[in-house]
């Protein structure tokens, strides 16, 4: 089953983003090998596709997994959260209805 993972970053997080930014998507990259990504990004902090210093206000991930425990268990493990990029990561199931 797909699930959304949402986490809201902490203020002026960019740098600390940056620095784990590597091992990151190499999670996702592996997920994307897999066939369990649909989709992965920031929201810029503002109405910019760049949005340069100001950076970003949190991420979506939408991945498969067998269940919601294992989900919780890679949004744990993902290096923004080690880092403390997020102050908050939510994973809620998702049901893909278009396209």
């Given at each position: 089953?797909?699930y ?29 090998e ?60 998702f ?5």
């Amino acid at each position: 089953m797909w699930y959304a993972i949402t986490g809201i970053d902490i203020e002026n997080s960019l740098d600390k983003r940056k620095a784990v930014r590597p091992a990151h998507v190499a999670r996702l990259q592996k997920l994307l090998e897999e066939g369990r990504l649909l989709l992965a990004g920031p929201f810029p902090a503002i109405d910019a596709e760049d949005p340069g210093p100001a950076g970003f206000s949190g991420s979506l991930i939408i991945a498969e997994f067998d269940d919601l425990d294992a989900a919780k268990d890679w949004a744990d493990h993902d290096p923004y959260r080690a880092a403390g990029v997020y102050r908050e990561v939510t994973v809620r199931p998702f049901r893909q209805t278009l396209p």
